[in-house]
């Protein structure tokens, strides 16, 4: 079972375009990362979230977490290829699973950015 | 400083041979991991180490194995290739004491032919 839920799995759009990726679940999470990865390469963190509500700026990458801490978005504004890749968000297991130190990914949301 | 490095970049194998993808970090970080990423996937946990001298199985260990004698190197060990074990293999590490983030190497891709 999939703890972290990524939408949509699959996103194109033009340059310029504005867009919202959603990473949601049902568990509580005391923190959720967002990675970036590009074709060939390793997985980059982008941002951690923390407190409920909230939202951090990178550039023009828009992230949020939920008030529950159950769910995140990430909005990008006037999108370029450059943002092109695979966005990945992930969380640290809940403590009383005894996975002190593991994290679970979700699946991903795959963007193409066309000039 | 050069993060997480991993050797080979590329590898091919037969059926049955073994092999050993290597990673190391330079960062002081106590907490390792292996992933493995299929076409189009997430990344699944193979084994995970939060010192030296302690390693314990992700969600996918089967037909692997790992040590962790030393803070740097946390090697992962294919016995027996199967082609089920094609995929892209990615080494991280993480700061661990209450940090997540997760910092990748640049991955090794495996094929079993």
């Known amino acids: 079972t999939q703890l972290l839920e990524q939408s949509p799995q699959f996103l194109s759009i033009q340059e310029g375009e504005n867009l919202t990726v959603y990473c949601n679940s049902s568990?509580?999470?005391?923190?959720l990362q967002w990675y970036r990865q590009e074709p060939g390469e390793g997985p980059v963190l982008l941002v951690t979230v923390v407190t409920g509500g909230e939202v951090k700026k990178l550039k023009r990458l828009t992230f949020q977490f939920g008030d529950a801490r159950k769910d995140s978005s990430l909005h990008i504004t006037a999108a370029q290829p450059g943002d092109t890749g695979l966005y990945l968000c992930a969380g640290p297991l809940p403590r009383y699973n005894t996975n002190a130190g593991k994290s679970t990914f979700g699946d991903g949301t795959t963007l193409t950015v066309k000039p | 400083n050069a993060g997480v490095t991993q050797t080979p970049k590329f590898r091919i194998l037969k059926i049955g041979q073994s092999m050993t993808l290597q990673c190391a970090q330079d960062?002081?970080?106590?907490?390792m991991y292996w992933y493995r990423q299929d076409p189009g996937m997430g990344l699944k946990l193979i084994y995970y180490s939060v010192g030296a001298g302690i390693t314990d199985k992700g969600e996918v260990p089967n037909g692997y194995n790992v040590s962790r004698s030393t803070t740097e190197d946390f090697p992962l060990r294919l016995e027996l290739a199967a082609p089920s074990q094609t995929s892209v293999y990615f080494c991280a590490s993480s700061p661990g004491q209450g940090s997540y983030e997760q910092y990748f190497g640049p991955g090794t891709r495996l094929t079993v032919t």
């Open positions: 568990s509580v999470f005391s923190s």
């Open positions: 960062m002081n970080h106590n907490y």
